[in-house]
């Protein structure tokens, strides 16, 4: 009977991607918040750079969206923004609206027709 017990109540072990997360998913959770207070940071004290390198916010958002995605896929529920998280991290909004993709977004470059200027 305890054998069955145990085995009823045995939990697979996290997978890799879970590990990484950390516990409470932690760890990404972390990357999460720090990517937004980088993007707040660069706002705040080098505007001319996001102004006129526009792809590094695409690059920081294009993370934000994969690491949420990434914590949505090992089972996190819906990250709230603005509140504690359970892991004990305050999760920040994302600081600015999101841009629209950009052709300095290679996942977002259309092809021209040959010719076309």
């Known amino acids: 009977m305890r054998r069955l017990i145990a085995k009823l109540l045995h939990r697979s072990p996290p997978s890799h991607a879970e590990q990484l997360a950390g516990r409470d998913c932690r760890r990404l959770i972390k990357r999460i918040d720090e990517t937004r207070e980088l993007v707040e940071l660069l706002a705040a004290q080098a505007p001319d750079l996001l102004r ?40 920040r909004a994302w600081p600015l609206q999101p841009l629209p993709a950009r052709r300095t977004n290679p996942d977002h470059i259309e092809s021209e027709p040959i010719g076309a200027k």
């Not at 390198?53 to 949505?72: K, Q």
């Not at 709230?80 to 359970?86: A, K, Q, V």
């Open 52 to 91: 006129t390198h526009p792809w590094v916010l695409l690059w920081l958002e294009d993370n934000d969206s994969f690491l949420v995605e990434l914590a949505e896929a090992i089972g996190e529920p819906p990250l709230t923004t603005g509140s504690c998280h359970r892991a004990g991290i305050w999760l």
